[in-house]
């Protein structure tokens, strides 16, 4: 076992009863062949992968397709409804995919407008809504909004997923203050997602107190995904551990790191 893990040995991640040791979760779009996805997840540590079910085929089995280069009885395959702008295409999205897979996971995003990616919050509640009572176990992509965040969890949502900036904007945590406030307002998983660029991005957030951190393109696009997977794996784990850890507080002055007490003055 090595140091950190005997740290983090309990600590793991409950999402609707069922537990993860990784808090990272990576998603699977713009890589260049299913190969790499699956040699970036290894790298990665994750044990949950987001899957666009409009654009990564996981659902037609006489086509290349993703579930013949990652076990599904090793990972949480996770649906994404990416690409829908209602309510109704993610339910029908979300419905296909179950059907197609079993998987009665899904990770809802109704984006509101195309050039931004920004989530339409009212349609994703919509949804949110129909898919708890069809038996979906819901990850929203919401705002970072400590309102909405609690009505997510309200109707039944699993977790929520609050953006750190525009998906594939690699800005990192652009408002530090509403993860904390959503953290406050919720008991069921905060799971920051979108916006990440680099590892750098991920203790920031993780020292928040966020439960996990998701990205993708950071990875795909990153000149080595490989390396910056084990970089990012290595990122949530130190987070976490600075968060567990407990840091010190800010001062406005100066505080002498060798006590004075004792130590003759001399001017």
């Keep these: 076992m090595l140091d950190w893990e005997k740290f983090l040995e309990d600590d793991v991640l409950e999402i609707a009863g069922r537990h993860f040791k990784s808090r990272l979760i990576i998603g699977s779009g713009k890589f260049k062949s299913f190969q790499e996805t699956k040699e970036v997840l290894e790298a990665s540590g994750a044990e949950i992968i987001t899957v ?17 280069y990652i076990d599904p009885k090793k990972y949480l ?10 309510a109704e295409e993610a339910i029908k999205t979300a419905m296909l995919a179950r059907e197609a897979t079993g998987i009665n996971w899904v990770k809802l995003e109704v984006i509101g407008d195309q050039k931004t990616l920004l989530p339409d919050m009212e349609e994703t509640l919509k949804a949110a809504k129909f898919l708890v009572k069809e038996g979906f176990v819901v990850l929203p992509y919401i705002f970072d909004d400590p309102v909405y965040a609690k009505k997510f969890e309200d109707v039944g949502c699993a977790a929520v997923m609050p953006l750190a900036a525009p998906i594939g904007s690699g800005l990192g945590l652009q408002n530090p203050y509403n993860i904390m406030f959503i953290k406050e307002a919720v008991s ?20 928040l107190g966020a439960d996990a951190v998701l990205t993708n393109t ?14 990012m794996k290595y990122a949530v784990i130190a987070g976490r551990l600075s968060y567990l850890a407990g840091r010190m507080p800010k001062r406005t002055y100066a505080v002498p790191s060798s006590p004075l007490k004792g130590v003759p003055y001399k001017s």
Excluded: H, Q, W
């Design 218 to 231: 950071a990875l795909a696009e990153a000149k080595d995904p490989i390396k910056m997977a084990v970089a």
């Design 52 to 68: 666009a079910v409009r654009r990564v085929n996981i659902t037609d089995p006489t086509k290349e397709n993703l579930l013949d």
């Design 77 to 86: 395959i996770l649906p994404n409804t990416a690409g829908c702008y209602t």
């Design 188 to 207: 069921v998983p905060v799971i920051v997602d979108a916006g990440i660029g680099s590892a750098a991005d991920i203790p920031p957030i993780m020292e």
